[in-house]
Protein backbone atom coordinates (compact mmCIF):
# COMPACT_ATOMS: atom_id res chain seq x y z
CA UNK A 1 0.00 0.00 0.00
CA UNK A 2 1.47 3.79 -0.99
CA UNK A 3 1.75 6.61 1.19
CA UNK A 4 -1.58 8.06 -0.38
CA UNK A 5 -3.42 5.14 0.10
CA UNK A 6 -2.29 5.21 3.47
CA UNK A 7 -3.87 8.36 4.07
CA UNK A 8 -6.99 7.88 3.16
CA UNK A 9 -7.06 4.72 5.21
CA UNK A 10 -5.92 6.33 8.55
CA UNK A 11 -7.19 9.88 8.28
CA UNK A 12 -6.62 11.01 11.82
CA UNK A 13 -3.09 10.01 12.21
CA UNK A 14 -2.82 11.74 8.99
CA UNK A 15 -4.25 14.93 10.37
CA UNK A 16 -2.25 14.74 13.61
CA UNK A 17 0.91 14.10 12.01
CA UNK A 18 0.81 16.69 8.78
CA UNK A 19 3.00 19.09 10.76
CA UNK A 20 5.80 16.52 10.84
CA UNK A 21 6.01 14.82 7.12
CA UNK A 22 9.30 13.04 8.07
CA UNK A 23 8.07 11.53 11.41
CA UNK A 24 4.90 10.22 9.50
CA UNK A 25 6.54 9.12 6.37
CA UNK A 26 8.80 6.95 8.85
CA UNK A 27 5.90 5.70 10.50
CA UNK A 28 4.24 4.51 7.68
CA UNK A 29 7.15 3.04 6.03
CA UNK A 30 8.12 1.17 9.15
CA UNK A 31 4.85 0.29 10.67
CA UNK A 32 2.30 -2.76 10.25
CA UNK A 33 -0.83 -1.68 9.29
CA UNK A 34 -2.55 -2.95 12.99
CA UNK A 35 -0.39 -0.32 14.67
CA UNK A 36 -1.29 2.63 12.59
CA UNK A 37 -4.88 1.70 13.01
CA UNK A 38 -4.70 1.83 16.48
CA UNK A 39 -2.47 5.12 16.27
CA UNK A 40 -6.18 6.51 14.03
CA UNK A 41 -8.02 5.63 16.58
CA UNK A 42 -6.12 7.39 19.50
CA UNK A 43 -5.78 10.35 17.30
CA UNK A 44 -9.27 10.18 16.24
CA UNK A 45 -10.82 10.22 19.68
CA UNK A 46 -8.15 12.98 21.03
CA UNK A 47 -9.31 14.94 18.07
CA UNK A 48 -12.81 14.62 18.51
CA UNK A 49 -12.25 16.20 22.09
CA UNK A 50 -11.11 18.52 24.56
CA UNK A 51 -7.43 17.61 23.95
CA UNK A 52 -5.19 20.91 22.60
CA UNK A 53 -2.00 20.85 21.84
CA UNK A 54 -1.14 17.57 19.85
CA UNK A 55 0.47 19.68 16.83
CA UNK A 56 2.67 21.02 19.26
CA UNK A 57 3.90 17.66 20.62
CA UNK A 58 3.88 16.12 17.57
CA UNK A 59 6.62 18.74 15.81
CA UNK A 60 8.86 18.33 18.72
CA UNK A 61 8.73 14.60 18.27
CA UNK A 62 11.92 13.69 16.15
CA UNK A 63 12.10 10.37 15.43
CA UNK A 64 10.53 6.83 16.10
CA UNK A 65 11.86 6.36 19.85
CA UNK A 66 10.28 10.00 20.68
CA UNK A 67 7.34 8.94 19.10
CA UNK A 68 6.97 5.48 21.44
CA UNK A 69 7.31 8.52 24.52
CA UNK A 70 4.44 10.70 22.94
CA UNK A 71 2.37 7.88 22.48
CA UNK A 72 2.52 7.36 26.17
CA UNK A 73 1.17 10.90 26.56
CA UNK A 74 -1.71 10.51 24.52
CA UNK A 75 -3.13 6.80 26.25
CA UNK A 76 -2.86 8.96 29.54
CA UNK A 77 -4.66 12.38 27.88
CA UNK A 78 -7.49 9.89 26.20
CA UNK A 79 -7.79 8.42 29.81
CA UNK A 80 -8.31 12.19 31.29
CA UNK A 81 -10.58 13.31 28.24
CA UNK A 82 -12.75 9.83 29.26
CA UNK A 83 -13.31 10.89 32.42
CA UNK A 84 -14.48 14.32 31.16
CA UNK A 85 -11.50 16.29 31.90
CA UNK A 86 -10.14 19.05 29.57
CA UNK A 87 -6.45 18.40 28.63
CA UNK A 88 -3.62 20.46 27.35
CA UNK A 89 -0.58 19.22 26.09
CA UNK A 90 2.13 21.62 27.11
CA UNK A 91 5.25 22.13 24.73
CA UNK A 92 8.66 21.43 26.19
CA UNK A 93 9.53 25.17 27.07
CA UNK A 94 6.35 26.17 28.21
CA UNK A 95 8.23 27.00 31.52
CA UNK A 96 10.89 29.27 29.18
CA UNK A 97 13.87 26.46 30.68
CA UNK A 98 12.57 25.15 33.76
CA UNK A 99 11.24 21.58 34.00
CA UNK A 100 7.63 21.53 32.89
CA UNK A 101 4.81 19.02 33.36
CA UNK A 102 3.91 16.60 29.92
CA UNK A 103 -0.17 18.21 30.40
CA UNK A 104 -2.26 20.33 32.58
CA UNK A 105 -5.84 18.93 32.91
CA UNK A 106 -8.37 20.27 33.89
CA UNK A 107 -12.11 19.12 35.91
CA UNK A 108 -14.45 20.27 38.49
CA UNK A 109 -12.67 23.27 38.83
CA UNK A 110 -9.17 21.34 39.93
CA UNK A 111 -6.15 22.02 38.00
CA UNK A 112 -3.69 18.95 37.46
CA UNK A 113 -0.35 19.05 36.15
CA UNK A 114 0.51 15.69 34.66
CA UNK A 115 4.27 14.35 33.79
CA UNK A 116 4.25 11.12 31.90
CA UNK A 117 7.14 8.58 32.17
CA UNK A 118 7.06 5.48 29.25
CA UNK A 119 9.02 3.21 32.02
CA UNK A 120 9.99 0.61 29.14
CA UNK A 121 11.96 3.29 27.09
CA UNK A 122 15.78 2.78 27.28
CA UNK A 123 18.30 5.86 26.39
CA UNK A 124 21.04 4.10 26.13
CA UNK A 125 19.40 1.85 23.07
CA UNK A 126 18.45 4.56 21.53
CA UNK A 127 21.82 6.65 22.25
CA UNK A 128 23.55 3.20 20.88
CA UNK A 129 21.07 3.10 17.71
CA UNK A 130 21.73 7.18 16.82
CA UNK A 131 25.38 6.45 17.01
CA UNK A 132 25.18 4.10 14.51
CA UNK A 133 22.98 6.37 12.42
CA UNK A 134 25.84 8.94 12.64
CA UNK A 135 28.53 6.40 11.84
CA UNK A 136 26.19 5.41 8.31
CA UNK A 137 25.71 9.30 7.69
CA UNK A 138 29.41 9.92 8.28
CA UNK A 139 30.36 7.92 5.42
CA UNK A 140 26.89 8.98 3.13
CA UNK A 141 24.81 6.13 3.22
CA UNK A 142 21.03 5.98 3.36
CA UNK A 143 19.95 3.14 5.65
CA UNK A 144 17.26 2.51 8.19
CA UNK A 145 18.75 0.96 11.13
CA UNK A 146 17.13 -1.79 13.20
CA UNK A 147 18.61 -2.46 16.40
CA UNK A 148 17.78 -6.23 17.77
CA UNK A 149 19.44 -6.11 20.91
CA UNK A 150 21.44 -8.28 23.37
CA UNK A 151 20.02 -8.73 26.98
CA UNK A 152 22.48 -6.66 27.94
CA UNK A 153 21.45 -3.67 25.65
CA UNK A 154 17.76 -4.58 26.68
CA UNK A 155 18.24 -4.49 30.31
CA UNK A 156 17.51 -0.98 31.89
CA UNK A 157 20.38 0.15 34.07
CA UNK A 158 20.15 3.38 36.51
CA UNK A 159 23.42 2.57 38.94
CA UNK A 160 26.24 4.61 38.32
CA UNK A 161 27.99 1.38 37.75
CA UNK A 162 25.86 -0.48 35.46
CA UNK A 163 25.33 2.69 33.58
CA UNK A 164 29.36 3.09 32.98
CA UNK A 165 29.54 -0.44 32.36
CA UNK A 166 26.67 -0.52 29.78
CA UNK A 167 28.46 2.41 27.92
CA UNK A 168 31.72 1.56 27.60
CA UNK A 169 30.36 -1.99 26.24
CA UNK A 170 28.56 0.41 23.49
CA UNK A 171 31.90 1.95 22.44
CA UNK A 172 33.17 -0.66 21.78
CA UNK A 173 30.75 -2.42 19.43
CA UNK A 174 30.37 0.90 17.63
CA UNK A 175 34.09 0.69 16.88
CA UNK A 176 33.06 -2.78 16.25
CA UNK A 177 30.79 -2.35 13.74
CA UNK A 178 32.63 1.08 11.83
CA UNK A 179 35.28 -2.21 11.18
CA UNK A 180 32.79 -4.50 10.04
CA UNK A 181 30.78 -1.80 7.64
CA UNK A 182 33.99 -0.89 5.82
CA UNK A 183 34.72 -4.60 4.97
CA UNK A 184 30.88 -5.49 3.69
CA UNK A 185 29.04 -4.97 0.47
CA UNK A 186 26.57 -2.65 0.68
CA UNK A 187 24.31 -3.68 -2.19
CA UNK A 188 22.32 -6.05 -0.63
CA UNK A 189 18.41 -5.77 0.00
CA UNK A 190 19.01 -6.62 3.90
CA UNK A 191 22.58 -6.07 5.62
CA UNK A 192 22.74 -7.55 8.77
CA UNK A 193 26.11 -6.67 10.99
CA UNK A 194 27.01 -8.75 14.19
CA UNK A 195 28.13 -7.34 17.52
CA UNK A 196 28.88 -8.03 20.70
CA UNK A 197 25.73 -6.38 22.23
CA UNK A 198 23.77 -6.42 19.28
CA UNK A 199 22.37 -7.13 15.95
CA UNK A 200 22.55 -4.50 13.33
CA UNK A 201 19.94 -4.66 10.36
CA UNK A 202 20.47 -1.87 7.94
CA UNK A 203 17.19 -1.52 5.04
CA UNK A 204 18.01 0.86 1.90
CA UNK A 205 15.92 3.75 2.32
CA UNK A 206 15.41 7.00 -0.28
CA UNK A 207 15.50 9.70 2.38
CA UNK A 208 18.89 10.05 1.48
CA UNK A 209 20.40 9.91 5.15
CA UNK A 210 20.51 7.11 7.53
CA UNK A 211 17.70 6.57 10.09
CA UNK A 212 16.68 5.09 13.57
CA UNK A 213 13.87 2.63 13.31
CA UNK A 214 12.72 0.38 16.34
CA UNK A 215 14.36 -1.94 18.34
CA UNK A 216 13.55 -5.57 19.42
CA UNK A 217 15.09 -7.67 21.56
CA UNK A 218 17.50 -11.05 20.16
CA UNK A 219 16.11 -13.05 23.15
CA UNK A 220 13.20 -13.11 25.97
CA UNK A 221 15.30 -11.51 29.58
CA UNK A 222 14.45 -12.27 32.95
CA UNK A 223 13.36 -9.87 34.93
CA UNK A 224 16.23 -7.55 35.58
CA UNK A 225 17.85 -6.87 39.22
CA UNK A 226 17.21 -3.10 38.83
CA UNK A 227 13.96 -2.73 37.19
CA UNK A 228 12.49 -1.93 40.98
CA UNK A 229 15.30 0.22 41.22
CA UNK A 230 14.17 1.87 37.90
CA UNK A 231 10.75 2.33 38.65
CA UNK A 232 12.01 3.86 42.25
CA UNK A 233 14.45 6.48 40.58
CA UNK A 234 11.86 7.41 37.56
CA UNK A 235 9.05 8.75 40.60
CA UNK A 236 11.47 10.28 42.08
CA UNK A 237 13.06 12.15 39.69
CA UNK A 238 9.32 12.94 38.46
CA UNK A 239 8.48 14.29 41.89
CA UNK A 240 11.49 16.57 42.11
CA UNK A 241 10.37 18.37 38.70
CA UNK A 242 7.62 20.22 41.12
CA UNK A 243 11.15 21.91 43.21
CA UNK A 244 11.45 23.83 39.50
CA UNK A 245 7.90 25.38 39.58
CA UNK A 246 6.97 28.93 41.35
CA UNK A 247 3.85 30.67 42.45
CA UNK A 248 0.76 29.62 40.49
CA UNK A 249 2.59 26.83 39.43
CA UNK A 250 2.51 25.19 42.65
CA UNK A 251 -1.04 25.21 43.18
CA UNK A 252 -1.88 22.92 40.74
CA UNK A 253 -2.03 19.06 41.82
CA UNK A 254 0.61 16.77 40.47
CA UNK A 255 0.35 13.52 39.17
CA UNK A 256 2.74 11.55 38.23
CA UNK A 257 1.91 8.74 35.11
CA UNK A 258 3.81 6.06 34.26
CA UNK A 259 3.46 3.87 31.39
CA UNK A 260 4.46 0.20 32.19
CA UNK A 261 3.79 -2.14 30.08
CA UNK A 262 6.61 -4.73 30.95
CA UNK A 263 6.11 -8.51 31.14
CA UNK A 264 7.72 -7.93 34.80
CA UNK A 265 4.71 -5.74 35.87
CA UNK A 266 2.51 -6.29 39.10
CA UNK A 267 1.09 -3.21 40.91
CA UNK A 268 2.01 -4.77 44.08
CA UNK A 269 5.06 -3.76 43.29
CA UNK A 270 4.50 0.00 43.31
CA UNK A 271 2.31 -0.97 46.37
CA UNK A 272 5.13 -2.06 47.80
CA UNK A 273 7.75 0.54 46.67
CA UNK A 274 5.25 3.52 47.91
CA UNK A 275 3.79 1.91 50.57
CA UNK A 276 5.73 -0.42 52.05
CA UNK A 277 5.37 -4.61 53.07
CA UNK A 278 1.95 -5.54 53.58
CA UNK A 279 1.91 -8.39 55.92
CA UNK A 280 -0.53 -10.93 57.34
CA UNK A 281 -0.32 -11.77 60.70
CA UNK A 282 -1.50 -15.71 61.27
CA UNK A 283 -3.24 -16.49 64.58
CA UNK A 284 -2.55 -16.46 67.44
CA UNK A 285 0.35 -13.71 66.44
CA UNK A 286 -0.93 -10.27 67.57
CA UNK A 287 -1.14 -7.93 64.96
CA UNK A 288 1.81 -5.04 66.04
CA UNK A 289 0.39 -1.43 66.45
CA UNK A 290 0.68 0.93 64.43
CA UNK A 291 1.71 4.24 65.98
CA UNK A 292 -0.19 7.55 64.54
CA UNK A 293 2.66 9.86 64.38
CA UNK A 294 2.88 13.32 62.63
CA UNK A 295 2.18 11.67 58.79
CA UNK A 296 -0.79 9.87 59.41
CA UNK A 297 -2.15 12.41 61.84
CA UNK A 298 -1.32 14.68 58.86
CA UNK A 299 -3.87 12.22 56.84
CA UNK A 300 -6.07 11.61 58.94
CA UNK A 301 -6.97 15.19 59.09
CA UNK A 302 -7.57 15.00 55.34
CA UNK A 303 -10.39 12.51 55.70
CA UNK A 304 -7.35 9.70 53.75
CA UNK A 305 -8.40 7.64 57.20
CA UNK A 306 -10.23 4.68 54.99
CA UNK A 307 -7.61 4.95 52.19
CA UNK A 308 -4.94 4.39 55.28
CA UNK A 309 -6.89 1.00 56.24
CA UNK A 310 -7.63 -0.06 51.66
CA UNK A 311 -3.56 0.16 51.61
CA UNK A 312 -2.75 -0.89 55.11
CA UNK A 313 -1.27 1.69 56.51
CA UNK A 314 -3.32 1.43 59.37
CA UNK A 315 -4.49 -2.32 60.32
CA UNK A 316 -7.06 -4.02 57.52
CA UNK A 317 -8.35 -6.92 59.84
CA UNK A 318 -5.00 -8.62 60.21
CA UNK A 319 -3.10 -7.22 57.72
CA UNK A 320 -0.98 -3.85 58.39
CA UNK A 321 2.86 -2.78 57.06
CA UNK A 322 5.18 -2.90 60.13
CA UNK A 323 6.98 0.75 60.67
CA UNK A 324 10.24 -0.41 60.07
CA UNK A 325 9.11 -1.95 56.30
CA UNK A 326 7.52 1.14 55.26
CA UNK A 327 7.98 2.67 51.43
CA UNK A 328 8.80 5.76 49.65
CA UNK A 329 6.20 7.89 50.84
CA UNK A 330 7.08 7.80 54.09
CA UNK A 331 10.54 8.03 53.55
CA UNK A 332 11.40 10.05 50.47
CA UNK A 333 10.94 13.91 51.68
CA UNK A 334 10.28 14.79 47.68
CA UNK A 335 7.70 12.54 47.08
CA UNK A 336 5.45 15.16 49.67
CA UNK A 337 5.15 16.92 45.69
CA UNK A 338 2.92 14.24 44.43
CA UNK A 339 -0.52 14.28 44.72
CA UNK A 340 -1.10 10.81 43.32
CA UNK A 341 1.17 8.58 40.92
CA UNK A 342 -1.10 7.32 38.16
CA UNK A 343 0.43 3.49 36.29
CA UNK A 344 -1.13 2.38 33.16
CA UNK A 345 -0.73 -1.43 31.89
CA UNK A 346 -2.22 -2.20 28.87
CA UNK A 347 -5.59 -1.11 29.78
CA UNK A 348 -5.45 -0.86 33.26
CA UNK A 349 -4.88 1.90 34.93
CA UNK A 350 -4.12 1.98 38.83
CA UNK A 351 -4.21 4.83 40.72
CA UNK A 352 -1.83 5.57 44.14
CA UNK A 353 -2.82 8.35 46.11
CA UNK A 354 -0.59 9.96 48.35
CA UNK A 355 -2.36 10.75 51.54
CA UNK A 356 0.59 12.44 52.67
CA UNK A 357 1.44 14.94 50.28
CA UNK A 358 1.93 18.85 50.78
CA UNK A 359 -1.35 20.95 51.93
CA UNK A 360 -2.11 22.82 49.05
CA UNK A 361 -2.02 19.79 46.27
CA UNK A 362 -3.12 16.73 49.00
CA UNK A 363 -6.66 16.08 47.29
CA UNK A 364 -9.13 12.89 48.47
CA UNK A 365 -11.44 13.51 46.30
CA UNK A 366 -8.90 11.81 43.56
CA UNK A 367 -10.48 8.36 44.23
CA UNK A 368 -13.65 9.74 43.17
CA UNK A 369 -12.95 12.14 40.51
CA UNK A 370 -10.14 9.81 38.71
CA UNK A 371 -13.06 7.07 37.61
CA UNK A 372 -12.10 3.39 36.27
CA UNK A 373 -9.18 3.39 38.09
CA UNK A 374 -7.64 0.01 40.01
CA UNK A 375 -7.07 0.93 43.64
CA UNK A 376 -5.45 -1.26 46.51
CA UNK A 377 -3.43 -4.52 46.55
CA UNK A 378 -3.90 -6.92 43.89
Same mark, same amino acid.
Given at each position: ?193 ? =??? @?? &? ?7 ? %?? #? *?????? +? ?71 ? =??? @?? &? ?7 ? %?? #? *?????? +? ?64
Amino acid at each position: MGLSELTLHFPFLEKGLRINSELKNELYTTQKNGYLKYLDQLFEELCNSSCKGIEIKVNETSDLFRFESLVSELEFARYFVRNKMQVELLPNNVFQGRRAPDMLVVGDSKEYFVEVKNIQFDDESYDFGSEIAGTLNALGLSFMVIIKSASFLSSPAYKYQTRDQKGKQCHDAINEFKDKIGKTPLDSPMISIT =TKI @AD &IELHPAKKG %KS #Y *LGISTM +LQAISEPEEYKERIRFDILQKSKKREDWTGDELSKFYIVAIDDNSMFFYIDRYNVDLFGHATYYCPPLPVPDI =TVD @AM &IDFALKHDW %KE #Y *LIKMCV +LRNNRSVIPENKRGMLFTESAMKNVTAILVRHGSNFHLLANPFADEKINNANILSELKGCLVGWE
